[in-house]
């Protein structure tokens, strides 16, 4: 092929990567651009690798803040010279993403048009498409990050969290090392979404969930659809339908408005009708919800969100229980509603340390 073929068929494809991303961005996403999108990438090999080009790249969101308008030849003519170049890079064994011109780079921010979506939660688009390698991605504590999966799933990160994203042909497979995450999955009966929280199995085809897991307790709150829990991974939608030898269903199913907890050494885990579901995944809106809930577990539940180390002395009042709504952005205001909702004194030992005195 010639190279001015070569370079408008690269224009082409550049084109129409940037506005199958940009789709993808938006929050009206259908089942139809899903499915327009999957023929779009089999009609030649190029396009999955073109598109994950872009989709590679994680952008600064607050270097291109300024970025409004661009003209669209100039556009394209800047994605397709950071296409080449990252092309010739590859080649040459030496890292993209620090190769990238910072006009291109701009350019390419415009055309994904992410957006900040508060309280410091930033989007990457990860490159996941069909990997058989898993990429690790974690937060600190206080951050929250959200995703966009190649298949058109999300993904939303809480603090303190890790996860590994690998894609099969035949499976989606996301490991939860740690910590919390809210998944929306694009729907594939073909291609089932499997979570890995330690030793347990959370499945589903097209759903929005959430999947705690944390020291040895595992909580599924499921917002809409159904997702199996246990079972052999592949099949555990099939599974909530079958038993074994001793007339044991082999996975548990979960359907919307439900939520399971199961912690480790139990022999089955409970599932129950969840009248909060609601606020299953408030922490995304920096909210959380609790509902007469032991002091103690309160302030395991916020550490995860604050940098301050807060310490019980006094062990009489870790039996006191509390109901109300704590913002996680405000790891102050955490610490003084403490002192607001029950007879406690505080006492800021350090600025890492805050110690829990009783006021009688």
Do not use: C
């Amino acid at each position: 092929m010639s190279t001015l073929k070569q370079n408008e068929q690269d224009t082409f494809i550049l084109e129409a990567a940037s506005k199958w991303i940009s789709r993808f961005a938006s929050d009206d996403v259908t089942e139809k651009d899903r499915h327009d999108f999957q023929l779009w990438l089999e009609e030649d090999e190029h396009h999955q690798k073109v598109f994950d080009e872009l989709r590679s790249i994680e952008i600064d969101l607050d270097a291109i803040g300024g970025f409004t308008e661009l003209d669209s030849d100039v556009l394209t003519t800047e994605l397709l010279i950071a296409h080449e170049e990252a092309r010739d890079l590859q080649q040459q064994d030496k890292p993209l993403r620090s190769s990238l011109p910072a006009s291109a780079m701009a350019g390419i921010a415009a055309t994904i048009s992410l957006v900040v979506i508060g309280l410091g939660i930033w989007i990457t688009v990860l490159n996941t498409a069909l990997s058989p390698e898993a990429v690790t991605y974690s937060t600190l504590v206080g951050e929250q990050e959200e995703m966009m999966l190649s298949d058109g799933s999300i993904v939303s990160l809480n603090t303190s969290s890790a996860l590994s994203v690998a894609f099969t042909e035949e499976q989606r497979n996301i490991y939860l090392t740690n910590g919390e995450a809210y998944f929306q999955v694009a729907k594939d009966p073909d291609r089932p979404f499997v979570v890995y929280a330690g030793n347990d199995v959370v499945e589903a085809v097209g759903t929005s969930f959430t999947v705690y897991h944390r020291d040895d307790v595992l909580r599924v709150s499921v917002v809409e659809g159904t997702v199996a829990f246990g079972g052999t991974p592949g099949q555990g939608m099939h599974d909530i339908y079958r038993q074994d030898d001793t007339g044991t269903v082999l996975a548990q199913r979960i359907d919307g408005g439900q939520s399971m907890t199961y912690l480790d050494g139990q022999e089955q885990a409970r599932v129950y009708e969840d009248s909060r579901i609601e606020h299953a995944a408030s922490w995304r809106q920096g909210k959380l919800y609790f509902e007469s809930t032991p002091l103690t577990e309160i302030i395991k539940e916020v550490s995860y969100y604050i940098p301050q180390r807060i310490v019980i002395v006094d062990q009489n009042i870790a039996t006191y229980r509390g109901s109300g709504v704590f913002r996680v952005d405000n790891a102050e205001a955490i610490v003084k509603a403490f002192e607001a909702a029950w007879p406690v004194r505080i006492v800021q030992q350090s600025p890492d340390l805050v110690l829990l005195y009783s006021a009688n």
